[in-house]
């Protein structure tokens, strides 16, 4: 029986510098997984290759419910189920918010239905107290850092992918949109949505039931445990949690 997402040593690379070694890691479907390490050690990389990024070499086999995507072009990818949730979104002037969204999901599922597209984001859009002005904006301009979030949280339940990596989605966020993206991800969650957060906070992890710690250090996995390993990391530090690794 498949892994629902697998990863078999995974190495990639920016043209001869090695970013990412042997990396290996499973998700069981259903769950909300961590990835956190120090600043600059490799977890956006780690989400751009899987999401398929131009710029990024790889290596290795990715398996989401058994098929291989690492051979899939970036909307391939999307439309097996895949969802990246950036950490400094683009703005993109000219277009709406919700010309945006509507385009996507057309392009993710195939067709739309206007009438239950717009109930659902409707409703999305109040459980994350959002104003329905927000829609007529065009996409991330002016938007404050607690805003962007919010956007890629939208996406995130109203696309409802099999699978999440969201980027650093509490980078920037006061307490009160912290709580409202952490509801997102938990109701996502609910929906069926696996989830993988990147981050190298705790603060987050106050808001959501994690099953999943994983630490990133040399390229690789260096040490994997439950919520209580983040625990350990926000007092003590890597230095610390990795000295016994």
Known sequence: MSKFFEIKNLKV????????S?????????????IMGKNGIGKSTLAYAIMGHPLYQTEGEVFLEGTEIL????HKRAQTGIFLGFQHPIEVPGVTVVKFLQQAYKALKGNIDYTKFQKSLSEWMEFLNIDKSFLYRYLNEGFSGGEKKKLETLQLLLFNPKLAI????????DVD??????QGIKKARENGTTVLLIT???KLLDFL????????NDGKIAIEGDKSLAETIEKHGYDFVLAKA
Do not use: M, R
């Open 13 to 20: 690379s920016i043209g001869d510098k090695n970013i990412i």
């Open 22 to 34: 042997d990396l290996n890691l499973t998700l069981d479907k259903g769950t909300i997984s961590t």
């Open 71 to 74: 051979s899939l072009p970036v």
């Open 166 to 173: 969201l980027d650093e989605p509490d980078s920037g966020l």
């Open 177 to 182: 949109a912290l709580k409202i993206v952490g």
């Open 200 to 202: 190298h906070y705790q």
């Open 209 to 216: 039931e994690v099953d999943k710690v994983f630490v990133l």
